[in-house]
C-alpha cells in the first residue's frame, strides 16, 4: 500500500523530473486513483499555481475544498498541466483535497480532452 493518495497534495523537486536538472520545487496534485498508485513508483499529477485566476485552473477554497492543508499562498490546480512523477520526488505533504473537489478536477480535465 503506497502513502500517496489522490487528493493529496506532495512538493515535488520537479529537478529530479525535468531535463536540465536545476532545482525547482512544485506543488502538484495527485489525481491517479489508488489502485493505479499502490501499483507502482509513479503517480499522475497536476501541478498547482498561486495564480488563482488563471484560464485552465480551478481555485482552492482551504475551508471547503481541502481536509488539510499547509499551502502557504493562495493556490489553484492547472487541469491543463499534468504529469506522471515517480514518487521519489516528493519531499512533503502539504495538503489533502476532499473528493467532491477532485470530481470537479476531473470533470474540467475531461473537459480539454474529450
Not at 11 to 33: D, F
Not at 69 to 97: C, Q
Request: proline share 2%; charged share 35%.
Amino acid at each position: 500500500m503506497s502513502d500517496y493518495k489522490r487528493g493529496d497534495i506532495w512538493l515535488a523537486n520537479a529537478a529530479k523530473h525535468t531535463i536540465g536538472g536545476q532545482e525547482h520545487k512544485r506543488p502538484v496534485l495527485i489525481i491517479s486513483n489508488d489502485k493505479y498508485n499502490d501499483a507502482g513508483e509513479e503517480v499522475i499529477c497536476l501541478h498547482l499555481t498561486t495564480d488563482t485566476k488563471h484560464e485552465y485552473g480551478i481555485s482552492l477554497d482551504y475551508k471547503k475544498d481541502m481536509e488539510m492543508s499547509k499551502l502557504a499562498d493562495p493556490s489553484a490546480v492547472r487541469f491543463d498541466a499534468i504529469g506522471r512523477y515517480k514518487t521519489g520526488i516528493f519531499e512533503k505533504k502539504l495538503g489533502k483535497v476532499k473528493e467532491e473537489k477532485i470530481a470537479k478536477i476531473i470533470e474540467r480535465l475531461d473537459s480539454i480532452l474529450a
